[in-house]
């Protein structure tokens, strides 16, 4: 039997899809008007149509807390959303939230002043978790972690009070990829950082739109959208970090091997339970070879 050639997500999202970007969303009023950037709209855009697609991401959703950083890829996500609920492929209410952690210098007008321009429905909530942060890690630890969990729990809180299904981040390709080789690496076991999630409550969904996009993707889109990104080193810059390892580990073999994170990625879609050695996945057990004459 034949079988088809392996092709790249992005090929496989390209084939046959004609998106009309005439018109827009005030989000993308100063945006460039190239051939480029428009193919560079058109496959994000794809991507998180099939991302939303794959995993089921509207099922029953009225209404989504869009997690706001500051940074290159929350941005980029709700442009990409906004973009979607314009041409009524996301028939969902989007609320945009920051949460603002008490690092010093943080710009606290930048986000406010950006969303009002753009007519987007926001939240910004004020929760010093810093200097919990910096009270509880010692002294050569990563931060990164505990200021992950304590936003976290904070960002549930606020989607519940703002009557929200899911609370929807940022997250892409590469997060996902470097998640699971920190898993890999360092905690010993198969795991990764899922495309929807339900949360230890069981009251909230956790949805990731932008799992098959690529960061560098985020990153030539942000550029050129002019987003007013805030740095993520407002707490001091941390050297040194598993993730950022694990982000030059990929990228080296990226370079050697073009199209290598996309076959991973798609790796972490096809699970062979059989071929692992995890008894509570597959029931070794049970197999056994018939016996012959």
Known sequence: MNSMPAISI????????????????????????????????????????????????????????VGL????????????????????????????????QGQPNFPKHVLPDYLASIGVKHRIEYRDTYSIVKEKVPVGGTYCSLCSRLRRGNLYRIAREEGCDALVLGHHREDILETFFMNFFHGGRLSGMPAKLLNDEKDMLVLRPLAYAAEEDMARFAQAMEFPIIPCDLCGSQDGLQRNAMKEMLAGIEAKMPGRKDAMLRAL???????????????????SAERRG
């Not at 560079?40 to 959703?61: E, P, S, T, Y």
């Not at 500051?70 to 949460?99: F, H, M, T």
């Not at 879609?269 to 197999?287: E, N, Q, T």
């Open 10 to 65: 992005d090929e496989a999202l390209d084939a046959g899809d004609e998106l009309d970007l005439s018109g827009m969303h005030p989000v993308f009023a100063r945006a460039p008007q190239s051939v480029s950037f428009n193919k560079l709209r058109k496959r994000l855009i794809r991507h998180v149509r099939q991302a939303i697609a794959d995993f089921d991401m509207l099922n029953g959703q009225k209404r989504w807390l």
């Open 69 to 100: 950083s500051g940074g290159k890829d929350s941005y980029g996500l709700l442009a990409i959303l906004l973009d979607l609920q314009w041409r009524g492929l996301l028939p969902v209410e989007l609320v945009a939230c920051n949460l603002d």
């Open 269 to 287: 879609g096809h699970v062979d339970a059989s071929h692992l050695l995890d008894p509570k996945l597959y029931d070794f057990a049970a197999l």
